[in-house]
C-alpha cells in the first residue's frame, strides 16, 4: 500500500516534471524561431543603413564637386549673366524702337496698362 503510494505520486511528480519539461522545450523552440527571425531583420536593416548611408555620402560628394566646380566656372558664369542682361537690354530697345515705328506711345505715363485693374 505504502508503494502504491509512492508509486502513483512519483508517477504524478514525473507527469508534472514531464509537462513542465515540454512546456520549456516549447518555449526555447518558440525563443529559437523569433531569433532567427529577429537576426534576419536585423541584417536587413543593417544593408539599408549601410545603401542609405552610402547614399547620402556620394550626395556630399557631388555638392562637393558642384560647389568646386562653381569656383571654377565664375568667370564662364559671370560671362553667361552679362549676356543675358545684354540680351534682355536689347529685347527692350527693340522692342521699344518697333512700337515707335508703329505709332504706339512710348512715354511709359502716357502708355496705357497692359491689363485693367477693374478700378476707374
Given at each position: 500500500?505504502?508503494?502504491?503510494?509512492?508509486?502513483?505520486?512519483?508517477?504524478?511528480?514525473?507527469?508534472?516534471?514531464?509537462?513542465?519539461?515540454?512546456?520549456?522545450?516549447?518555449?526555447?523552440?518558440?525563443?529559437?524561431?523569433?531569433?532567427?527571425?529577429?537576426?534576419v531583420?536585423?541584417?536587413?536593416?543593417?544593408?539599408?543603413?549601410?545603401?542609405?548611408?552610402?547614399?547620402?555620402?556620394?550626395g556630399?560628394?557631388?555638392?562637393?564637386?558642384?560647389?568646386?566646380?562653381?569656383?571654377?566656372?565664375?568667370?564662364?558664369l559671370?560671362?553667361?549673366?552679362?549676356?543675358?542682361?545684354?540680351?534682355?537690354?536689347?529685347?527692350?530697345?527693340?522692342?521699344?524702337?518697333?512700337?515707335?515705328?508703329?505709332g504706339?506711345?512710348?512715354?511709359?505715363?502716357?502708355?496705357?496698362?497692359?491689363?485693367?485693374?477693374?478700378?476707374?
Amino acid at each position: 500500500m505504502a508503494e502504491d503510494y509512492l508509486s502513483r505520486d512519483n508517477q504524478m511528480r514525473s507527469d508534472a516534471l514531464s509537462s513542465r519539461v515540454s512546456l520549456l522545450k516549447s518555449l526555447a523552440i518558440d525563443i529559437e524561431g523569433e531569433t532567427k527571425d529577429q537576426n534576419v531583420f536585423l541584417d536587413e536593416t543593417e544593408k539599408e543603413m549601410v545603401a542609405a548611408g552610402n547614399y547620402l555620402q556620394r550626395g556630399r560628394k557631388r555638392v562637393g564637386q558642384i560647389l568646386a566646380a562653381g569656383k571654377r566656372d565664375r568667370r564662364t558664369l559671370l560671362y553667361v549673366a552679362v549676356g543675358v542682361a545684354l540680351f534682355l537690354y536689347t529685347t527692350y530697345a527693340l522692342l521699344r524702337r518697333v512700337a515707335a515705328h508703329a505709332g504706339a506711345p512710348t512715354d511709359p505715363v502716357t502708355t496705357p496698362p497692359l491689363f485693367s485693374t477693374g478700378r476707374h
